[in-house]
């Protein structure tokens, strides 16, 4: 049973025999210095950072309205829990 992209038995295309494959010259890296693979690095990371969908102001200023909210009522959670265990040790140990 076959289907578009083959199958098990019958694969779409023949694997390359391992003496028929050229050795990798290491590609965009093998052809720089040290200097010329930095700087590669750094056009990425801008090129990534041009990809970003940045906030808006107020949806920022949203979103560290909500952060701050939580770990103050996470900071109250604690705070109680805290009080409750302190309380239950100087019951039983007096």
């Known amino acids: ?42 056009r990425q990371i801008v090129a990534e950072l041009r990809k970003v969908v940045w906030p808006t102001r107020s949806q920022l200023t949203t979103y560290t309205t909500v952060v701050i909210i939580f770990v103050v009522i996470m900071i109250g959670f604690v705070l109680v829990i805290d009080f409750g265990f302190q309380e239950a040790v100087k019951y039983v140990f007096g």
Do not use: N, Q, W
Not at 20 to 28: A, E, I, L, N, V
């Open 1 to 42: 049973m076959t289907d578009a992209v083959g199958s098990i038995d019958m694969p779409d295309a023949e694997d390359e025999s391992p003496d028929s494959k050229k050795p990798r010259k290491g590609g965009k890296r093998g052809k720089k210095g040290p200097l010329g693979r930095l700087g590669l690095f750094y």
